[in-house]
């Protein structure tokens, strides 16, 4: 048995069924659970000071391409709109392999930890020159985050009408056959499980109708989730329209791609009528705002889709189109649009935070995650409040309206993975030397 206590927290916003705030109050970690919250709490195994911090559940991204960490800022993709930006992109994954997939996932994991990230999903869907999805698996493992890593694909190149090079697509077959092989190597349902595997087809501009289905009767065969990316901007509807005669929501339901085991990225554009069927079949979205504006694909009706009861989580969506990979400031940024499209009262940031946490954890199919309560997974940010970003504030909301934007501590199954401000369970300067080494190489071409 092991223990960990950590201490006078100024407030633990717990994000459990009552939505409680704790002042002065106590979180005891027994074997990577949640063993008891409250003052004055005692063990006999190491204690953590939370004193001048506030105590949140670890925060869950449930949209990533952690592969492009690599490709930040590139020029002709800076100013571009989604089609554009992934036509200038595409040739320079394309020289990517199972070193560039490990090490960028790895730097991207490791920003991810530092913003309060406890839980990740990624969704990788090329396979270069050799990559594979356990790559970035050993990646996450590596530094202890708790992962659903999704085996994403494209099969449908430019010489079939598709979107990308016919270098980055594969056969349907083996892209049916490679997503039942890594189910079987890593996926866990458990509870408290560090790893599940779910599949994620790249979007309906890049695969097949019948992949779709394909994928979606061997996720229920399976009982794997189903991601993919939906009603992004206008380009995407209008694809939709004139390639399938049917808006992006009619598509996925036609397709099996509704219910409470389907999570989709973006969202943008649905309509009313769409809002309602994810809200009528608990399909999740995975919001990603700042994606959203640098891409200028516009601001998703978030408000609507939490008043009409569609689970909504936050993603951070890959870093060539973000570019930065921080959570909590991307909950910031969905207060922020919110209140940009229906007024200063449209959200909270305690409504931020909770989509952050609890709404994240839920999208993913993951109700041992994202509150901090007995029984559920010690996955914890500890943010502290004493420094210049939150100096003078009232109350914890500033974490959102003011700051800070990097975690002090944080846990993920009860074991400290960010302490003091730092990555412990990697060699940060090593990875940060390799990033910077495979970058130079991909500019050089
Ligand atoms: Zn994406």
Known sequence: MSEILLKHADCILTMDGERRELSGADILIRDGVIAAIGPGLVSDGPAVSAKGCVVTPGLVNTHHHLYQSLTRAVPGGQDALLFGWLQTLYPIWARFGPEEMYVSALTGLAELALSGCTLTSDHLYLYPNGARLDDTIAAAAAIGMRFHPTRGAMSIGESDGGLPPDALVEREAAILKDSIRVIDAFHDPSEGSMCRVGLAPCSP???????????????????????????????????????????????????????????????????????????????????????????????????????????????????????????????????????????????????????????????????????????????????????????????????????????KHLFVEGRQVVADGCVTTIDMARVLSDQSRLVRKLIAG
């Open 205 to 407: 501009f890049s695969v097949s109708r019948d992949l779709m289905r394909d994928a979606a009767l061997l996720a229920r065969d399976k009982g794997v989730m189903l991601h993919t990316h939906l009603a992004e901007n206008d380009e995407d509807i209008a694809y939709s329209q004139a390639k399938f005669g049917c808006r992006p929501g009619q598509y996925a339901e036609d397709l099996g791609w509704t219910g409470p085991d389907v999570w989709h990225a973006h969202c943008v554009k649905l309509d009313t009528s769409e809002i309602n069927l994810f809200a009528r079949t608990r399909t999740g979205v995975a919001h990603c705002p700042c994606s959203n504006c640098r891409l200028g694909s516009g601001i998703a009706p978030v408000r609507a889709m939490r008043d009409a009861g569609v689970p909504v989580g936050l993603g951070v969506d890959g870093s060539a189109s973000n570019d930065a990979g921080n959570l909590v400031a991307e909950a910031r940024q969905t207060m922020l649009l919110q209140r940009v499209a229906n007024g200063a009262d449209a959200m909270s940031a305690r409504e931020a935070l909770e989509i952050a946490t609890r709404g994240g954890a839920d999208v993913l199919g993951r109700p041992d995650c994202g509150r901090l309560e007995p029984g559920k997974r010690a996955d914890i940010a500890v943010w502290d409040v004493t420094g210049i970003d939150s100096a003078g504030s009232w109350d914890p909301a500033a974490l959102l309206l003011a700051g800070p934007t990097r975690v």
